[in-house]
């Protein structure tokens, strides 16, 4: 078939899922199952039912919607659809993980690789990533996409595929440019539905045009609830200073006030001044100051909206340094591999940290005071928020990782409240649209520059 949206009325997908019934161990499998709009697959547990119908809005576009409906009580495990498509000269649009991953278009003759586990294991950087999630093949010519993608052929037509369905878990696109075939990939480990209940488990805006991109984002952003401070705000985009780039962990409070005063005395336009990492006593302990600013938070945010800028802090909601207090005193607070009845380990960072648990009452009282404290008593207009995704370490409490990503920036957004700006960082994309004001995209740069010519010569002196 074509990547034309209409193609989805009547094509004909392989159905590959499997699952657990309520309190059996056993795991059920079924593999390149028909699955059509004319032709749903059904088994006594479960009903599986697919649908494209034109999207209402009159703009264009289509919905694909593959419901399940569990006939009795059971946990998904696996789950996806494969439809044969026509990729020739094609480029399809691959989007990383998080923010901080890779996005770009690739051909057939890329490759996405994964990481080696040597390196896995001696770094974790595993852990920041979706490689525990999902297969990285590093095959040639297997692409995969994470929430939305598009592929674009040889005269600019854009064939545009974004997941409406990230609140019940990750969706990842996936284009076999060997086998000429397009799939749709949920993770739906850990999700539980009880007997009778139906959901759209996938959701997929579908639209295809000619140089249409902007015109297909305007639509599926509208599909998203706006809850952003700056959606009525025509003065939306700003400029920024952050402590990080020049600093990193090195900030202090005489450092903040040099740079206040330095960007007023030289009249730099920017609309926010944001502290960054540096400021606690431990990741985690947010609201336990480190020496280096003696004056206490809220002076350092009353100096810098004092020279008329608003003032911006860094956190990472959802990690708890291994050195922290907080890891001490309330172990139960944390994420626990339901194995080996051990905090979760969810990053190297800081010589590493642990998962916050939000679904611990404690944990989440926690939060809500830090976000009082940080914004009500201390006086910050923006919080840049993070490392989100520790918060869905492991599928749990019946809910898929997406699921509970999807969660933690709701409890974000609600903690913040309608009128402070929030700044996304290290989190799935899709969960944090028009949640968040403003989002990171890309990873850290380093504090210099060094060309591909200047490498080689530092190489060739070092041998």
Same mark, same amino acid.
């Given at each position: 078939?074509?990547?034309?949206?209409?193609?989805?009325?009547?094509?004909?997908?392989?159905?590959?899922?499997?699952?657990?019934?309520?309190?059996?161990?056993?795991?059920?499998?079924?593999?390149?199952?028909?699955?059509?709009?004319?032709?749903?697959?059904?088994?006594?547990?479960?009903?599986?039912?697919?649908?494209?119908?034109?999207?209402?809005?009159?703009?264009?576009?289509?919905?694909?919607?593959?419901?399940?409906? @569990?006939?009795?009580?059971?946990?998904?495990?696996?789950?996806?659809?494969?439809?044969?498509?026509? %990729?020739?000269?094609?480029?399809?649009?691959?989007?990383?993980?998080?923010?901080?991953?890779?996005?770009?278009?690739?051909?057939?003759?890329?490759?996405?690789?994964?990481?080696?586990?040597?390196?896995?294991?001696?770094?974790?950087?595993? %852990?920041?990533?979706?490689?525990?999630?999902?297969?990285?093949?590093?095959?040639?010519?297997?692409?995969?996409?994470?929430?939305?993608?598009?592929?674009?052929?040889?005269?600019?037509?854009?064939?545009?595929?974004?997941?409406?369905?990230?609140? %019940?878990?990750?969706?990842?696109?996936?284009?076999?440019?060997?086998?000429?075939?397009?799939?749709?990939?949920?993770?739906?480990?850990?999700?539980?539905?009880?007997?009778?209940?139906?959901?759209?488990?996938?959701?997929?805006?579908?639209?295809?045009?000619?140089?249409?991109?902007? @015109?297909? *984002?305007?639509?599926?952003?509208?599909?998203?609830?706006?809850?952003?401070?700056?959606?009525?705000?025509?003065?939306?985009?700003?400029?920024? *200073?952050?402590?990080?780039?020049?600093?990193?962990?090195?900030?202090?409070?005489?450092?903040?006030?040099?740079?206040?005063?330095?960007?007023?005395?030289?009249?730099?336009?920017?609309?926010?001044?944001?502290?960054?990492?540096?400021?606690?006593?431990?990741?985690?302990?947010?609201?336990?100051?480190?020496?280096?600013?003696?004056?206490?938070?809220?002076?350092?945010?009353?100096?810098?909206?004092?020279?008329?800028?608003?003032?911006?802090?860094?956190?990472?909601?959802?990690?708890?340094?291994?050195?922290?207090?907080?890891?001490?005193?309330?172990?139960?607070? %944390?994420?626990?591999?339901?194995?080996?009845?051990?905090?979760?380990?969810?990053?190297?960072? *800081?010589?590493?940290?642990? @998962?916050?648990?939000?679904?611990?009452?404690?944990?989440?009282?926690?939060?809500?005071?830090?976000?009082?404290?940080?914004?009500?008593?201390?006086?910050?207009?923006?919080?840049?928020?993070?490392?989100?995704?520790?918060?869905?370490?492991?599928?749990?409490?019946?809910?898929?990782?997406?699921?509970?990503? *999807?969660?933690?920036?709701?409890?974000?957004?609600?903690?913040?409240?309608?009128?402070?700006?929030?700044?996304?960082?290290?989190?799935?994309?899709?969960?944090?649209?028009?949640?968040?004001?403003?989002?990171?995209?890309?990873?850290?740069?380093?504090?210099?520059?060094?060309?591909?010519?200047?490498?080689?010569?530092?190489?060739?002196?070092?041998?």
């Amino acid at each position: 078939m074509s990547l034309a949206p209409t193609s989805f009325q009547s094509s004909k997908a392989q159905l590959t899922l499997s699952y657990r019934l309520e309190g059996d161990k056993r795991t059920i499998r079924h593999k390149n199952e028909l699955l059509m709009p004319s032709h749903p697959f059904k088994n006594e547990h479960v009903q599986v039912s697919v649908k494209a119908e034109p999207h209402s809005d009159g703009k264009g576009g289509y919905i694909l919607t593959i419901s399940v409906k @569990a006939l009795k009580a059971l946990k998904l495990i696996s789950f996806e659809t494969n439809y044969l498509a026509d %990729l020739r000269d094609q480029r399809m649009m691959a989007n990383g993980f998080q923010s901080w991953s890779q996005a770009r278009e690739f051909t057939k003759n890329d490759r996405i690789h994964a990481i080696r586990s040597g390196i896995a294991w001696y770094t974790q950087l595993n %852990l920041q990533g979706d490689y525990d999630i999902f297969r990285h093949s590093g095959e040639k010519g297997l692409i995969h996409s994470s929430s939305y993608t598009h592929f674009r052929n040889m005269d600019n037509v854009i064939s545009f595929f974004g997941s409406l369905s990230e609140h %019940l878990g990750y969706t990842y696109f996936k284009g076999d440019f060997n086998n000429n075939s397009f799939g749709i990939y949920k993770d739906v480990l850990g999700k539980r539905l009880e007997a009778d209940e139906t959901i759209d488990l996938v959701r997929v805006f579908i639209a295809q045009g000619l140089d249409a991109e902007a @015109a297909m *984002w305007d639509t599926y952003s509208e599909f998203y609830e706006d809850r952003r401070a700056i959606k009525h705000d025509v003065h939306r985009h700003i400029n920024g *200073w952050t402590s990080w780039y020049n600093y990193y962990g090195d900030v202090s409070e005489t450092i903040i006030h040099e740079n206040v005063e330095a960007l007023q005395q030289f009249r730099y336009p920017i609309n926010v001044f944001q502290i960054d990492d540096g400021f606690q006593t431990a990741i985690g302990d947010w609201l336990s100051i480190n020496s280096k600013f003696p004056s206490g938070m809220k002076a350092v945010a009353d100096k810098i909206k004092q020279a008329g800028f608003k003032a911006g802090l860094w956190l990472a909601p959802y990690a708890v340094g291994f050195n922290s207090r907080l890891a001490r005193e309330h172990p139960d607070w %944390l994420i626990i591999d339901p194995e080996t009845k051990k905090p979760v380990v969810a990053g190297p960072n *800081w010589g590493g940290f642990y @998962a916050l648990d939000m679904y611990q009452p404690g944990a989440r009282a926690y939060l809500k005071e830090v976000f009082d404290v940080v914004l009500q008593e201390w006086g910050f207009d923006m919080l840049k928020l993070d490392f989100c995704f520790a918060a869905a370490m492991l599928p749990r409490a019946g809910k898929s990782r997406g699921e509970i990503m *999807w969660e933690a920036m709701d409890l974000i957004r609600d903690l913040v409240g309608p009128d402070k700006l929030i700044l996304g960082c290290g989190v799935p994309l899709a969960s944090a649209f028009r949640k968040v004001d403003y989002c990171r995209i890309g990873s850290d740069v380093a504090p210099w520059w060094e060309g591909n010519l200047r490498r080689r010569r530092r190489r060739k002196k070092k041998k």
